[in-house]
């Protein structure tokens, strides 16, 4: 272990420009323009993986390709399925960005780059801890998995096929990930819950091309005003979603849940100030931290009709559509909120507009065992790496092949989050402070001790 934690003290600078070579990859997996960006940084990884000693093979998913690596000599020791995703969000606006979004630069000890910490910066902290254990002790306590997924950001579409048919290749006693956050900097978390996810779009259309609005309004139904009463009467002003039936499933929030979040050094002028806004807004019976990742909400995330031009076009225009996403919590359904969704706007529809509702995705909410020797494990490792005992939170956010684990594989996956949520993930000048990431990279390799210490020689369970 003393080798292992001195290769990777003295060898920083390595480990940070192998993770600039990825960051400059510009895999934007939403754009079919980006094709072969997504196949370089598949190969990037799976080089790196390949040159530490582990066994690499590119899994055709049926979209962007999948890396899988796997290193399992250590007998009667617990299998470990280390999960992540190669590919980004879009770096727009870029125009926006202080330096390009990938030419990773460093500031103030962070990396900028679109990917800095979704998830490329997160996920080589584990890439790396596994090179370290095998240049210096030549073995690793715990076998080791990894699949590195291209298509995290676009919902996943291929990655529950892949688990299905692969069930015996992916068998592991736990799954790790580090795609999420700290509580806050110098409060490392243990995330124990994320929200789930529907997407849909609704497009309304009306007459069949645009109209003179003095000629015809007044006899004909606009889409867009269509559109704008449906969707302003989805959420009403304090956040509570009207669509019928919404809250049938919801779990409440345990009693210890809410005292444990009490405790949390939150600071909500903080968070007022980070976001430009003078003041916050939810559901009133709830904390702000509750409400982030506790509630299931409702959002318009896109809205398109109409003139777009400068000036004044007087028109009715033919069609009006939405983008609109609801994070869910437990136990809620996603295919019932999605069809509770279109019900809820087909009810609506004005005489002569008709509509299409598209589903781009659906996630369901996942909550693990916080008493698990897994998590006693990663307690122990993060509070070695980071001088602290991590927090126990859930996050609002959502990774949608974390429920397929459960679901399929039967394991619960220990949600380590390395980054800040100040890090403008999704957002221009994405970073990842070098700091956690060198101890995200420590905690990762004491992970693997940790593990293989609280599961004793026999493989069980102590
Ligand atoms: N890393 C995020 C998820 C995340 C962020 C979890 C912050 C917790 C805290 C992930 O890459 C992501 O953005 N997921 C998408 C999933 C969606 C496209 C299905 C999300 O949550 O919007
Ligand atoms: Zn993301």
Redesign the pocket.
Known sequence: MERVLRFLEERREEAVELLKGWLAIPSVSTDPAHKSDLDAAANYIARILEDAGLKVEILDTGGHPAVYAEWSQAEAAPTVLVYG?YDVQPPDPVDEWLSPPFEPTIRENKIYARGAT??KGQCFTHVRSVQAWLATVGRLPVNVKFLIEGE????SPHLEGLVRNNVERFKCDYVVVS???QFAPGVPAITYG?RG?VYAEIFLSGPKTDLHSGVFGGAVANPANNLAAILGAMVDSQGRVQIPGFYDQVRPIEPWEREEFSRLPFDEAGMRNYLGVDALWGEPDYSVLERRWCRPTCDINGLTSGYQGVGAKTIIPARASAKVSCRLVPDQDPQAIFAAMQQYVRERLWPGIKAEIVSH?L?PAVLMDVKSPGMRAARKAIARAFGREPVLIR??????VVATFKEVLGVDTLLLGWGQNDDN??APNEKFSLDDFHRGTLASALLWEELAALYGATGAAK
């Open positions: 995703h979704d998830d995290e950001e676009i919902g795609d999420t956050a994320l996810l995705g996630a996050e609002g956010g959502s990774i949608p993930l999704h």
